[in-house]
């Protein structure tokens, strides 16, 4: 199940990538808005995230021990991000506000992945 386990990991940064990419390719046009790489990123963060989660409570990953309460707050941002993403797509841009704040809320969950031990 370990296999597995790095395999959702490795999802889990390839979400990463699309989601702060797809923001960051941004930052210079006047046009900006979610893109795909963004709405999908948000999606493949939201799945895989619960999916590293159910396998590690379900103690099949030795050594994962599982932080609730880091948990529920990333989840509660990534729900938002989602949300947003989802409203964003289907308007034409410019939707700077929109995209600004998923951007933040994307670099938050890197920081609290990181420094919240
Ligand atoms: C935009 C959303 C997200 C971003 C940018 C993100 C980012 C990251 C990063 C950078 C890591 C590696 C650093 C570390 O291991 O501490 C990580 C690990 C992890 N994330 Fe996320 N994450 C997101 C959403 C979620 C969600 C929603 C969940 C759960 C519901 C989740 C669960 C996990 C777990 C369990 C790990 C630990 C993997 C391990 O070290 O074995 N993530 N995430």
Redesign the pocket.
């Known amino acids: 199940m370990e296999f597995v ?1 790095n395999a959702i ?1 490795v999802l ?2 390839i ?2 990538a699309a ?2 990419g797809g923001f960051i390719v941004q930052m210079r046009s006047p046009d900006k808005g979610v893109n795909p790489a963004m709405w999908h ?2 999606l493949t ?2 799945v ?3 999916l ?2 159910g396998i ?1 409570s379900a103690g099949l990953v030795s050594g ?1 021990e ?1 932080d609730h309460a880091k ?1 529920a707050v ?2 509660v ?2 729900l938002i ?1 989602t949300v947003l993403a989802f409203v964003g797509r289907r308007r034409t841009p410019p939707q700077t506000a929109l995209w600004g704040t998923i951007g933040a ?2 670099l938050a ?2 920081v609290i ?2 420094f919240w031990n």
């Open positions: 386990y990991l889990h940064f979400g990463l989601l702060l990123g948000a963060q939201l895989t995230g619960v590293l989660v590690a994962e599982v948990i990333k989840l941002i990534v991000i809320l994307t969950e890197v992945a990181v």
